[in-house]
């Protein structure tokens, strides 16, 4: 089945800083890439997906880039700000099975101010 | 109503006991997930519902645990004989029709003790 790995497990930056957390998945046959946003106590929330017919998918201060050859993904966040400060998870999808995520570990993101 | 809405937030019950989490999903959405989150880790995917229909319970552990979505919208994930390695936030989430991104409810905390 589908394997997602995630690096780093803690990634501590500045205010104003970028952060990058990296994701490789398994099954060549998936094809949808969501990021997940949790914070203390709450259940994860989208912040951003990519499918597997595009490379890369911007939305103001965060992106995610693709590498479907590789089997990598990656989210960027720039000029980071403290309310950025939670655990991201990647997740993968695959086509033609049913709706489950397959999730990786999650990345605890510190924003310090 | 607005979000996914899961109660209760927390439960604490003793071991064998039997227990039951209820999901109210978004109005409209078809597709509803069950994913388990233990302390540390990524949701783990236990069963995918759409419409009333169980499309993939291949999450589930074993028969202690079972999930009924009976007039497809809330749903039950029942759990029988409790043991302590069943403790974890039991996260519900819904999507319109299973293609696109869920929405996620704050979970509910099962304590077994």
């Known amino acids: 089945g589908e394997n997602v790995e995630q690096h780093p497990s803690t990634l501590s930056v500045q205010e104003g800083d970028s952060a990058v957390i990296k994701c490789t998945y398994s099954?060549?046959?998936?094809?949808?890439f969501p990021w997940y946003k949790q914070e203390l106590g709450k259940g994860p929330q989208l912040i951003i997906d990519?499918?597997?017919?595009?490379g890369e998918k911007k939305d103001q201060r965060i992106a995610v880039t693709l590498n479907k050859t590789a089997k990598h993904f990656s989210l960027h966040i720039t000029e980071t700000q403290p309310e950025d400060s939670a655990v991201y998870f990647c997740?993968?999808?695959?086509?033609?099975?049913?709706?489950?995520?397959?999730f990786g570990k999650g990345t605890k993101l510190t924003v310090n101010p | 109503g607005a979000g996914v809405s899961q109660t209760p937030s927390n439960k604490v019950t003793e071991k064998g006991k039997y227990v039951e989490l209820r999901c109210d999903p978004i109005?409209?959405?078809?597709?509803l997930y069950w994913y388990r989150q233990s302390l540390g880790q990524g949701p783990e995917f236990l069963i995918y519902?759409?419409?009333?229909?169980?499309?993939?319970d291949s999450g589930l552990p074993n028969d202690r645990f079972f999930a009924v979505r009976p007039e497809g919208s809330v749903s039950t994930l029942k759990i029988q004989r409790t043991e302590r390695g069943d403790s974890a936030v039991y996260l519900c989430?819904?999507?319109?029709?299973?293609?696109?991104?869920?929405?996620f409810g704050s979970g509910t905390r099962l304590t077994v003790v």
């Open positions: 099954d060549s046959a998936s094809n949808y």
């Open positions: 990519i499918r597997s017919n595009v």
């Open positions: 519902f759409q419409g009333t229909g169980a499309a993939d």
């Open positions: 989430a819904s999507s319109v029709d299973g293609s696109l991104g869920y929405t």
């Open positions: 109005s409209g959405h078809t597709a």
């Open positions: 997740a993968a999808r695959r086509q033609g099975g049913s709706e489950k995520l397959v």
